[in-house]
């Protein structure tokens, strides 16, 4: 089972609401990341955590913040974002440099 | 430079035809790369993943690695309609469980019926 998934499949938030984004995967992989990913452009990352602690910051805003309660699960919590963070949100998990992709979250800033 | 060089198409072949699909790279460190296919609107999908130089076949999908000229390949024989998508080559360098991915642009392939 390669499964990582991803809920909401799409979610529409206004620039003052908070939101959150949930990921889980039953593989035990260790390592799990968030990428964003734009139209027509590849995955951008934005997170990495390596056993459950935050190893990788791409230098990503701080409305976006994430966490990772358990090494099955990771959040992205989403505050006063802006119309420019509307995007693909992808969550992935590794093993052995290979990254296996959940299916995304559209998100829509209005 | 950017590390990974990848031609974003669009390339439209009729259904098939053997599609070639290519990347280069500049960092010699990469060992291990992937082809990933991704469809509109849905997440990246792992078709292959090779370690290193050589060939990996499955089904009607083959992977090819040439570390001496940094040029990885994914041929699809037979091609099908359901083929059309974006295929992203991907690379990383060591596989620490936090290693960064390095992905190709992406090159968006349709097959004509």
């Known amino acids: 089972d390669t499964e990582v998934t991803q809920t909401p499949k799409h979610l529409v938030m206004g620039m003052t609401n908070k939101k959150s984004l949930k990921c889980e995967q039953h593989?035990?992989?260790?390592?799990m990341y968030w990428y964003k990913q734009k139209a027509k452009k590849p995955p951008e990352l934005m997170f990495v955590?390596?056993?459950?602690?935050?190893?990788i910051n791409e230098s990503v805003p701080s409305r976006f913040s994430p966490e990772c309660p358990n090494s099955s699960l990771l959040n992205l919590h989403l505050h006063a974002l802006q119309p420019e963070d509307s995007a693909l949100y992808l969550c992935?998990?590794?093993?052995?440099?290979?990254?296996?992709f959940g299916p995304g979250t559209r998100l829509l800033v209005l | 430079q950017k590390e990974v060089e990848q031609d974003p198409g669009p390339l439209s072949v009729p259904e098939g035809a053997i599609v070639s699909l290519n990347c280069t790279y500049s960092?010699?460190?990469?060992?291990?790369f992937m082809w990933y296919r991704q469809y509109s609107r849905k997440g990246p999908e792992l078709l292959m993943y090779?370690?290193?130089?050589g060939n990996k076949e499955d089904g009607r999908f083959t992977a090819q690695v040439d570390k001496s000229s940094k040029y990885i390949s994914l041929f699809i024989r037979d091609s099908q309609p359901s083929d059309s998508a974006t295929y992203l080559c991907?690379?990383?360098?060591?596989?620490?469980?936090?290693?960064?991915?390095?992905f190709g642009s992406g090159t968006r392939l349709s097959i004509r019926p």
């Open positions: 992935a998990s590794s093993h052995r440099g290979t990254q296996y």
């Open positions: 593989m035990g992989h260790r390592a």
């Open positions: 955590y390596s056993y459950e602690k935050l190893s």
């Open positions: 960092n010699s460190a990469f060992q291990y």
């Open positions: 090779t370690y290193s130089s």
């Open positions: 991907a690379m990383i360098a060591g596989y620490s469980s936090a290693s960064k991915i390095i």
